[in-house]
């Protein structure tokens, strides 16, 4: 314990600041004295915006795991490496002849890794296909998936969030239920019957084939309580859901992740197909290339990677943080994969960045992964230089607002810091594992200063530590230059975020 106090790696540590800025050192050293922090580990870096000069910092250079703000050095590489007007397109390609109404051959479905597509988007593809005079296709359906490596998960992904909605499989042909645009994910709905006794309704969106309900989940009386619960089995596509629910109980509503979300957009084209009188008669392919010299018959494009970015960041979307490191690796490497995808992303980071990537680890895109280490002090480096950029605005805007109760807005942020002079003003990226907090961003000081900040928590053992970061962002907000003091800011809020995963991911509660 000597040697960890003796290197700076406690809360006990002390901090350095510019000379004339001893009321901040004091606030902040105050705040990250609470009792919570015992035993844990802080890296805390404040900068001037403008001149990228250090006004506090508390173990800068300590390496910790940094939950979601690993999204941060993702989606900057990305608006980089892509350009803000990237797009992915997603084809409808045929070989062999067309006899009449008949296509003698295969019919193709390929995905290049658009993040947002929807059953529509397929819908509207199918009815295109109808729209050249095709009513039947004597071979298979195949579902093209290439450009992306066959690896779903990444890096040390907890095994036991297989099926959950934030950790989805990364394919380059997925598909959404809904405009949150969570990828590889299937809506479950579950309301009571009419009486007790009666079966639960249950709702699954989009409906498929693909995917399969088990329903054993019963409506009770009013006043008892629920257990209901949604899980799919592991290594299949069997959402079972049981327990009970309560008569006049609101819809509860889950989302789940899919086993394999190739197969799944492909059977939901299937169906679209079907809707609009076209018959495929062989079976469905999965992660074959389309053939060269294939004739194109529709194609639906994505939105691009600027408006991608709101829900990516501000619901921190993990599906979308891994597209764009695939992204990027087939960009830059011709390889849809992880590894080439960090490698486009360090590149960025240290020839155009400035940021010293031999003093970090990044293991994916979206910070699930509990390998990635980065000081705040990195942090700080990478918000100095995003701010040089021609896409600064639009990443600036992407990143939460505190207290702005538009979840496209406020996102991650938009329940906290309400009432004090960081609402409103504090652009940052939140990040939350167990054990694991962080908030890294932009706020503007009482005295019109910008200001930048990193804060990264890391092995505490108290639910939550987010009004700590809470405390840091308002002091900062609240700072003049010079001042003798600053008060340590008092906070409320109707209830804490979540000690272990971003409020966004906890669907349909808000943050």
């Not at 797009?87 to 890794?113: I, Q």
């Not at 989009?206 to 088990?214: H, L, S």
């Not at 900062?476 to 272990?500: H, M, N, Q, V």
């Amino acid at each position: 314990m000597a040697a960890l106090l003796a290197t700076g790696l406690s809360y006990s540590a002390p901090a350095t600041s510019a000379p004339d800025d001893d009321a901040l050192t004091q606030a902040l050293d105050n705040i990250l004295a609470d009792s919570r922090l015992n035993g844990g580990l802080a890296s805390v870096t404040v900068a001037d915006a403008a001149s990228g000069e250090t006004l506090y910092e508390r173990a800068p250079d300590v390496r910790l795991m940094p939950a979601s703000n690993t999204k941060l050095p993702t989606s900057a590489a990305a608006m980089a490496v892509l350009g803000p007007d990237y797009t992915w397109d997603t084809d409808v390609l045929a070989t062999g002849k067309r006899s009449g109404g008949t296509l003698e051959g295969d019919l193709y479905l390929r995905g290049t890794g658009d993040p947002t597509l929807l059953a529509e988007d397929l819908d509207a593809l199918a009815q295109k296909v109808a729209a050249e005079g095709i009513t039947r296709v004597s071979g298979r359906l195949v579902a093209d998936d290439t450009r992306f490596d066959a690896v779903r998960l990444g890096d040390s992904w907890a095994a036991d969030d297989e099926s959950a909605y934030y950790e989805p499989q990364i394919s380059a042909l997925t598909l959404n239920a809904d405009t949150d645009y969570d990828n590889g994910n299937v809506v479950i709905e579950t309301s009571p019957g009419k009486q007790a006794g009666d079966a639960a309704a249950v709702k699954m969106t989009p409906a498929n084939r693909y995917v399969k309900v088990v329903n054993r989940a019963k409506t009770v009386g009013k006043d008892e309580p629920s257990t209901l619960g949604v899980e799919r089995n592991h290594g299949t596509n069997t959402i079972v859901v049981s327990g009970n629910i309560p008569q006049k109980a609101d819809t509860d509503k889950q989302w789940i992740a899919v086993w394999e979300p190739t197969g799944y957009a492909a059977s939901v084209f299937r169906d679209k197909l079907a809707a609009h009188g076209i018959k495929v008669a062989g079976g469905t392919r999965l992660g074959e290339a389309v053939p060269d010299g294939a004739d194109k018959l529709a194609t639906h494009g994505s939105m691009s990677l600027a408006r991608v970015l709101t829900p990516f960041m501000k619901l921190s979307n993990n599906g979308h943080a891994e597209v764009l490191a695939k992204t990027m690796g087939y960009e830059a490497e011709k390889s849809g994969s992880w590894g080439a995808g960090l490698k486009a992303i360090g590149g960025w980071l240290k020839g155009d960045a400035g940021v010293d990537t031999g003093t970090l680890r990044q293991a994916d895109g979206s910070g699930l992964s509990r390998k990635n280490n980065v000081p705040s002090g990195q942090f700080a480096k990478l918000l100095h230089h995003a701010q040089q950029e021609p896409w600064f605005k639009e990443w600036y805007d992407a990143l939460p607002v505190a207290c702005n109760s538009d979840r496209m807005v406020g996102g991650t942020l938009r329940s906290r810091m309400c009432g004090t002079p960081a609402a409103g003003n504090v652009h940052a990226k939140t990040g939350s594992l167990t054990g694991a907090s962080a908030l890294s961003g932009y706020v503007t000081a009482a005295d019109g200063k910008k200001l930048i900040f990193s804060v990264v928590l890391n092995n505490y053992l108290a639910s939550s530590v987010k009004d700590i970061e809470d405390k840091i962002a308002v002091v900062l907000a609240s700072y003049r230059e010079g001042a003798e003091t600053i008060k340590e800011p008092s906070l409320t809020r109707k209830a804490a975020p979540p000690a272990d995963l971003e409020c966004a991911w906890q669907k349909p509660r808000s943050c």
